[in-house]
């Protein structure tokens, strides 16, 4: 096999409670990249669509991801990557994930799968990193594994999966404007009182326990974010009645997607997830701004072969 076309699947980070470490994949919306073998030798990006990116590979993150495991693998071939967008840049539900993933499995599935999912994070890592200015892996890990994933550890790099109940869906809206993650981490505290902190491992640990047991009730009452919500939320625009609107219409929780602005809600089935799309949906046809909608069951399978 010399060419290979995969789906990179769009992911949430943090699920309120879990910053930096929780995220889950999304179904209904992704990118799509063709990786093809070459004789020449190198990481060359050779067609993008959607969205006005880098072709240099050194300053694409799906370049960077390609290049570190080109590196380490020393292949006797090279790579070229085309990149079809449909995860917009800055839209909080881990468009630079999705593209640093995208690179790093494909190429190992055409050298034969060489390298474990593990390892696979430890490259997309670098890419990652280009573009939120940081090293976290929140969004790669739950595009790479599927489902829910907890990063337990960066160095050495440690992925949790986590069990996802049967009929639980996402409603994701995300208003068409930007918000860069670096921008939106240096707005946070560097310091957090002791009470919150407690209040938010309390939540981080009783939503783990509602995944594994699909304990609903339990899920609802575990997706709250005393940490870092009160300050992002700032950021987007009508979030508080995008939030108040899902709650009331069947949500089992509202939060930031990533760094925002895109907004999720998690529902117990594929009607509730709809009621929640609509009630949104009358609230931000009001703004004056444009935005996208989606619902998607959760992905359990995440980055795949088409």
Known sequence: MNEIRIFSPATVANVSCGFD???FCLDSVGDEMVI??????????????GFD??????????????????EAAK?????????YKNIKPGSGIGSSAASAVGSVFGMNE?????????????????????ASKCEHA???????????????????VEILQIPTPENLYATIIHPQIEIKTSESRAILPKEVPLQNAITQWANVGSLIHSLHTSDYELLKSSLHDVIV???RSQLIPHFNEVKKAALQNGALGTGISGSGPSIFSLCKGLE?????????EKIYSKTGIEFDIHVSKINTEGVKIL
């Open 21 to 23: 470490v929780l995220g």
């Open 138 to 156: 929140d969004n790669l890990a739950p595009a790479l594994f599927g489902g829910f994933t907890l990063v337990k550890s960066i160095s050495p």
């Open 53 to 70: 990116l880098p072709y240099e590979a050194e300053l694409n993150v799906a370049g960077v991801s390609a290049l570190a495991m080109y």
């Open 110 to 130: 055409l050298l034969g799968r060489p390298y474990n999912k593990i390892q696979l994070t430890e490259f997309a890592i670098k890419g990652e990193a280009v």
């Open 36 to 49: 093809r073998k070459t004789d020449k030798k190198g990481i060359y990006i050779t067609k993008i669509e």
């Open 229 to 231: 919500e009160p300050y």
């Open 272 to 280: 509730s997830a709809i009621n929640v799309k609509d009630a949104i």
């Open 75 to 83: 292949p006797d071939c090279g790579f070229e990557i085309e990149i």
